[in-house]
């Protein structure tokens, strides 16, 4: 535990660093801005913004996407309460009851209310967090090849089970990611695999982020320009110190229901097809369980505003967990932060924690700050966010557009890789309208490489013999629950036909 | 297109590309090399093959009507959304396309004014100010903090001078 709080301390440190602190704020304003449009969320500002982050040492660069997602988790609310329509999924639960209040004219208490409670979720999970990663790192330097490939096999199980989506379109996207991550030169035999036309694009394969930015960026733009025509209307918020007071009063009556639900957010944070929409969700209905009056909860009870966005803070700290001591992304934002890892010269896992010590403990300690300075840029600016929300959407939309364009430059500055970005996100918005999930294709592509490295080591060491993966216990253990995992739905069918 | 018909359009399009990509997998070795391990074919393949049995599920599950897109009866595109979404898209599709042959800076210009005037039937005020900002912006991050060249094309030599001030 000392040892734990050394390196906290030391951490701390790092992340307080002027140009660690400048990107805590930059993130965490650019992160509020981002999670309070319509339509964005934090994944499509780390996808878009990461390739700038190649200007800043890594630590920076982590830091200031760790502080976007952050922010992004505090801004959802900002369009769920004002406009009724949640800046991203996991802000949908805030809509419930922050858009009676909105209409009821108490915008600026449940906006205080989601702030506060952001605050605490935040709080707690970074403290699971720091109390759980370095056990976790520890445990998994036992890993060889087959405990790895099993954990990726677990990884995806997960999307099966839990994700709630179609599964055979879901094991489509599972799979055309992986195909994906083999295009260009063989990692083993270093020949050129599935270069279509002869292309010489394809000869340096496919960045995670030409999939990642035409998904969130062009695909997420063309599926909100669908939704909402370019039309909202805004609710006006009134702001005062006096009736910030007065709204910070109401903690008491969420005190308790967001710190359970900021815990059980955590824990489902750090499952991979989790993640902080059912955290929120979850969050929510335990809120409304164990409330005194349930009934109030859809019609502008402000514990069920807190209670989400408690869940959701909870669980992007909770997603973080899996991608910094397993390298096993926690969520599609988790799934491009781990991505961009490997871009800086970093090779994500338990050897974190010993290789490069300043990098993780930097970006825990920033965990704190940025908790706070979000806090403190939330209530501070709520009016200046909510302004930012009556920008035209036909000016947002060039604005990000071009970011996507300029962004899927910058890996490979080849303008072949800004055409699949493009293809990409036609080809995701015509899936996405037909219920295929998105998601699980870029932790895929991401994941692509390491799984099949770990596959083709452990076959090659046990000379073809695919028992390698049931033969030892820890990877063994991952399979079984892979396989319950995946046969979970059709459990779940068959009591439900049964009932 | 009904939401039905284009479920199956598409299911059809995932299953043909999923033989295409087991197809131009099977030209390297799927099976198993003596001392090195699967052929770099193999690992693409079978994931074709799973692609390609996820889209037969899918269009299993379209014939016998159990998902509510293979219900589903309702427009897959209105006339609306068809024009929203088309023309942003076909905006960046040109914006793409011209960057080939007048650079981006250029063709930034061109899709700023289309999208803002156009589109969005900004102001001209608005729509320069914002058709010039972004523009200097982008150059400003990108070449002249990230050290990344943006494609010029014959608008190259038009930046000499800027490049005169950068490297000086």
């Known amino acids: 535990m000392d040892t734990v709080l050394v390196l906290l301390g030391a951490g701390l440190l790092e992340a307080m660093q002027p140009i660690n602190l400048l990107m805590i704020f930059l993130g965490c304003t650019i992160g509020l801005l981002i999670g309070a449009m319509p339509g964005l969320g934090s994944v499509n500002g780390v996808a878009i913004l990461l390739p700038i982050t190649f200007l800043v040492p890594p630590t920076a660069a982590i830091i200031f996407l760790a502080a976007i997602y952050y922010g992004a988790m505090y801004g959802g609310a900002i369009s769920s309460i004002t406009l009724g329509i949640p800046g991203a999924s996991t802000a949908v639960a805030t809509v419930f009851d922050g858009r009676p209040l909105a209409q009821a004219g108490k915008a600026d208490r449940a906006l205080t209310a989601a702030a506060v409670a952001s605050f605490i979720g935040g709080t707690i999970s970074v403290v699971l967090f720091t109390l759980f990663a370095p056990p976790l790192a520890e445990f998994a330097l036992k890993f060889g090849p087959p405990e790895e490939f099993a954990l990726m096999v677990l990884a995806f199980a997960t999307f099966i089970g839990l994700g709630g989506d179609d599964i055979p379109k879901t094991i489509f996207s599972i799979l055309i990611g992986l195909v994906l991550a083999t295009i260009g030169l063989d990692i083993i035999s270093g020949k050129p695999r599935l270069i279509f036309g002869d292309i010489s694009g394809f000869l340096h394969g496919i960045n995670f982020l030409v999939l990642a930015i035409g998904i969130y960026g062009i695909g997420e733009m063309l599926w909100t320009l669908e939704q909402t025509q370019g039309k909202v209307t805004v609710h006006k918020v009134k702001m005062s110190f006096a009736r910030l007071f007065r709204n910070l009063q109401d903690v008491r009556h969420y005190i308790g229901t967001t710190s359970l639900g900021s815990a059980v957010g955590y824990f489902v944070g750090t499952l991979p097809a989790a993640g902080a929409t059912p955290a929120s969700l979850m969050s929510y209905g335990l809120a409304k369980t164990f409330s005194r009056d349930p009934d109030s909860f859809g019609k502008g009870n402000i514990a069920g505003v807190a209670a989400p966005e408690a869940g959701n803070n909870a669980a992007s700290t909770g997603s973080m967990l899996p991608m910094i001591t397993l390298g096993i992304p926690g969520s599609p934002t988790t799934a491009i932060l781990l991505g961009g890892m490997i871009i800086w010269g970093l090779r994500p896992g338990p050897l974190l924690f010993t290789e490069h010590p300043d990098f993780v403990w930097g970006l825990i300690g920033s965990l704190y700050i940025a908790n706070l300075v979000t806090l403190l840029l939330n209530l501070a600016f709520i009016p200046v966010f909510v302004k930012v929300l009556t920008m035209p959407f036909t000016i947002l939309a060039p604005v990000i557009f071009i970011l996507c364009v300029v962004g899927g430059f910058a890996p490979t500055q080849t303008m072949h890789d800004v055409w699949l970005m493009f293809l990409f996100g036609v080809a995701g918005y015509f899936l996405r309208k037909l219920n295929y999930p998105v998601a699980p294709a870029v932790l895929a592509i991401v994941l692509g490489p390491l799984a099949e490295r770990s596959l083709r080591q452990s076959l090659l060491a046990s000379q073809g013999d695919p028992l390698i993966f049931v033969e030892r216990p820890l990877s063994a253990t991952c399979i079984a629950i892979a396989v319950l995992l995946a046969c979970y739905p059709l459990v779940r069918k068959l009591r439900r036909r049964s009932a | ?168």
Do not use: Q
Not at chain 2, 52 to 81: G, H, I, N, Q
Not at chain 2, 132 to 158: R, S
């Open chain 2, 1 to 168: 297109m009904t939401v039905r018909t284009a479920e199956l359009v598409m299911g059809i399009l995932t299953a043909l590309a999923s033989i295409g990509l087991m197809v131009k997998s099977a030209e390297l070795n799927i099976g198993w090399i003596e001392g090195r391990g699967p052929g770099s074919g193999a690992w693409p393949f079978w994931l074709s093959l799973g692609m390609l049995l996820a889209s037969v599920a899918t269009l299993v599950r379209w014939f016998l009507r159990v998902t509510p897109e293979s219900r589903s009866t309702e427009s897959y595109m209105t006339r609306d959304t068809a024009l929203a979404v088309g023309t942003s898209a076909a905006a960046i599709f040109f914006l793409l396309l011209a960057t080939h042959f007048i650079g981006l800076y250029a063709s930034l210009i061109l899709f700023l004014l289309f999208y803002l005037k156009f589109i969005g039937r900004h102001s001209w005020r608005l729509t320069g100010i914002l058709t010039i900002a972004i523009p200097v912006f982008i150059f400003c991050l990108f070449e002249w903090a990230l050290k990344i060249p943006l494609p010029k094309e014959f608008t190259e030599p038009l930046f000499y001078p800027v490049y005169d001030l950068m490297y000086s």
